[in-house]
Structure formats: structure tokens, C-alpha cells
């Protein structure tokens, strides 16, 4: 049974502290995104890739986020350091572009990040 | 920029009644429309996409139509039951292929047994 796999599930950290949550997209897809989702904004876009390659960040603050794809199998967002404002659930999505499939976003069960 | 809206926010209905959803965008210009369906801790899993060629989709219980001209979409479920208490979100692609998407806030659904 394909999946995405998120790690960690929960995570609970203290202001100024680094923070890594990783992914594992579904084998094959060659599109990974990552969303955050709160409850005033719901879900927004903070990057993705295609192909291991950034096609837009533009969605993360870029002094304290980095997103990066080190292979096809694993998807890293970094926050450092982070702050009370970062807390949300993080969600990994992966999908296919072309064939059957296409325009499908397979999302994994997300971190849920508690900055205190 | 493309908005998505979802009204209500929440809605809370007996089991067995019938149901729509309602999400409103404001660029006719789309590609598909997906539904999504939350679980409470859990992520987000697609139940219906509609091309932006096509008007309606169906799956089980569930029908989604497409106007593109008024920028609506309805998701339909036929006699609800209490597993269908989630909250579900309308999602829109910023372009072509598979790209990020723009979500609704949801409407957070409970059926009531």
C-alpha cells in the first residue's frame, strides 16, 4: 500500500531550537510539496519540487526555512531557529506529472510542530 | 490570484439526510477542481477531481459538479451517515500538470447517528 511517509508525527520544541521534518513521497512520484496548515490561514504552499529540483519556495521565509531533496526518496524542511509563530501541521504531498495519475497529490498524515 | 471559499464552515445534519458542500473560486481560468477529505490527526485524502472540461464527477455517494462560468462547485453526499463526519476542502492547481494547490478552508461536516 503506497504511502507518504512523515517524520516525525508530532514534535514539541522549544523557541530558537532546529527543527527537521523529514519525507518519504510515494516511490516513483517525481513531485514533492510541502504545505503548513493553521487554522487562520488553512493550508498554504511553502515549496516544491520536481524532479529533486526547487520549482518555488517562495512560500517559506527564507532566513529561517530550507526545504531541499538530498534524493528521490527523501524530502527535508528545516526551521531554524524556530518560534512560536512556526507552530502548525507541516504536510508532505507527493504525485506524478503525465500518465494516469496526473494531478494527483498524495498527502502524508503530517507533523504536527509545537514550538513553545 | 485564485481564492477559494467554502461555505458554512461547519455543518451538523441527522444521519441518512443529503447533503451539499459549496466552494466558490474566483479565477474561471482552472484546469481541474479536486475534494478532499480531513480526518481529525490525519492527512488529506482526494475523493473527487473534475476536469475543467467536465461538469460532474461521481464516487459512490458522492457527486461533485463543476461550473466554471460562475466559479462553483458543489460536492454532493447522498444519505449521509456518521463516517462521513470530516472536514472536506476544494482545492484548485495554479497551473497546468501536477502543481501546488490553492485550498478552501473547509467545511467541517459532523452526521449526527
Known amino acids: 500500500d503506497a504511502r507518504v511517509t512523515q517524520t516525525p508525527r508530532h514534535k514539541v520544541t522549544e523557541m530558537g531550537q532546529e527543527v527537521t521534518m523529514r519525507c518519504q513521497p510515494i516511490?516513483?512520484?517525481?513531485?514533492v510539496f510541502w504545505y503548513r496548515q493553521t487554522m487562520m490561514q488553512g493550508l498554504e504552499l511553502l515549496a516544491y519540487?520536481?524532479?529533486?529540483?526547487?520549482?518555488?519556495d517562495s512560500g517559506m521565509p527564507k532566513d529561517r526555512f530550507s526545504a531541499e531533496m538530498p534524493d528521490a526518496t527523501l524530502a527535508t524542511l528545516k526551521i531554524q531557529p524556530s518560534e512560536p509563530r512556526d507552530s502548525a501541521v507541516y504536510f508532505c504531498?507527493?504525485?506524478?506529472?503525465?500518465?494516469?495519475?496526473?494531478?494527483?497529490?498524495?498527502f502524508g498524515a503530517g507533523t504536527r510542530l509545537s514550538v513553545l | 490570484k485564485q481564492e477559494v471559499t467554502q461555505i458554512p464552515a461547519a455543518l451538523s445534519v441527522p444521519e441518512g439526510e443529503n447533503l451539499v458542500l459549496n466552494c466558490s473560486f474566483t479565477?474561471?481560468?482552472?484546469?481541474?477542481l479536486q475534494w478532499f477529505r480531513q480526518d481529525p490527526g490525519k492527512g488529506l485524502t482526494s475523493l473527487l477531481l473534475?476536469?475543467?472540461?467536465?461538469r460532474e464527477q461521481t464516487s459512490g455517494r458522492l457527486n461533485a459538479s463543476l461550473d466554471k462560468s460562475s466559479g462553483r462547485s458543489t460536492l454532493y453526499i447522498a444519505a449521509s451517515q456518521p463516517g462521513d463526519s470530516a472536514t472536506y476542502l476544494c482545492?484548485?492547481?495554479?497551473?497546468?500538470?501536477?502543481?501546488?494547490?490553492?485550498f478552501g478552508k473547509g467545511t467541517r461536516l459532523s452526521v449526527i447517528a
Open positions: 504531498a507527493s504525485g506524478l506529472v503525465g500518465g494516469v495519475a496526473k494531478n494527483i497529490q498524495y
Open positions: 516511490l516513483g512520484h517525481n513531485t
Open positions: 519540487f520536481r524532479n529533486r529540483a526547487p520549482l518555488d
Open positions: 479565477d474561471s481560468a482552472i484546469y481541474n
Open positions: 473534475i476536469q475543467s472540461s467536465q
Open positions: 482545492a484548485l492547481p495554479l497551473g497546468s500538470g501536477n502543481t501546488p494547490l490553492v
